[in-house]
């Protein structure tokens, strides 16, 4: 994998937006592969293409990028407010990568991506409306807050400029793909706190009692639910269904 963007292949563009549009999808369509299927190249769609900036033609995933030259701290800024939250409801909504380069010398840092299937509408943040003085006056843009998405959502190709093994990135890909069978957004949205909560145990074993430490938590996040344990339990026993964990004896679990 070339750790480097092509600076020449922008030199007619004025714009430094433009340039970094151009120099990250050149360097996205010659380096980074599906990791859906595997497959060794992924296709870029034309410029006006709404939904998405590239498309695997093997498997049909959709993937929109956003590249910076810094850290992608805990939040990215994106599109249209209520755009967005129409596309999370959409069979049309897409993967997202993020690509981070250094400044100085156009190097990679960091290229993540994010399945789509962890998108739900409370890791989306309504910014305030531009200014009536503003060219667009009264748009409404958005931010996704990726510290709100489980450490399982964000998958490196590339962390702190190390490229990543590719059967491992296809690995933790696929251990998250049961999240896209949840048809309701309710539940999904218990299932992935539940995740994020056990991350925060920093502990490849856990019990139950230890989710539980999380109950006030979640029963801020989930007001309608009077019975928070109860529901932990529930997710617990769907996520070692779904062999995200595994059961070691009564009461206790173990990250796969």
């Known amino acids: 994998m070339d750790l480097r963007l092509r600076p020449k292949i922008a030199e007619a563009y004025k714009s430094m937006s433009q340039k970094a549009r151009v120099l990250s999808e050149d360097w996205v369509s010659r380096n980074v592969y599906c990791p859906n299927c595997n497959c060794e190249q992924i296709e870029r769609y034309d410029n006006n293409e709404p939904v998405a900036d590239f498309i695997c033609e093997e498997c049909d995933e959709d993937y929109e990028l956003k590249s910076a030259g810094r850290p992608a701290g805990t939040k990215i800024v994106d599109g249209e407010y209520k755009t967005m939250l129409r596309r999370l409801k959409s069979a049309t909504n897409p993967n997202f990568f993020f690509l981070n380069y250094h400044y100085a010398d156009l190097s990679i840092l960091n290229f993540f991506v994010i399945p789509k299937h962890f998108?739900?509408?409370?890791?989306?943040?309504?910014?305030n409306p531009l200014a009536a003085t503003a060219r667009r006056a009264d748009w409404v843009?958005?931010?996704?807050?990726?510290?709100?998405i489980p450490h399982a959502g964000r998958i490196f190709y590339v962390r702190n400029g190390f490229v990543q093994k590719?059967?491992?990135?296809?690995?933790?890909?696929?251990?998250?793909?049961?999240?896209?069978?949840?048809?309701?957004?309710?539940?999904?949205?218990w299932m992935l706190d539940v995740m994020k909560c056990?991350?925060?145990?920093?502990?490849?074993?856990?019990?139950?009692?230890?989710?539980?430490?999380?109950?006030?938590?979640l029963a801020r996040k989930h007001p309608a639910n009077n019975h928070v344990k109860e529901k932990i339990r529930q997710q617990l026993q769907i996520l070692r269904d779904r062999e995200y964990l595994e059961f070691t004896r009564r009461g206790e679990y173990r990250l796969i």
Do not use: M
Not at 119 to 127: P, Y
Not at 167 to 189: A, D, Q
């Open 166 to 189: 590719q059967r491992e990135v296809i690995r933790t890909w696929k251990k998250t793909l049961f999240l896209r069978g949840e048809k309701s957004p309710e539940e999904k949205g």
């Open 198 to 217: 056990i991350e925060k145990l920093d502990a490849k074993a856990f019990s139950i009692v230890d989710v539980y430490r999380f109950e006030g938590e």
């Open 141 to 148: 843009g958005c931010n996704i807050l990726i510290k709100d």
């Open 119 to 127: 998108f739900t509408h409370r890791i989306i943040e309504k910014r």
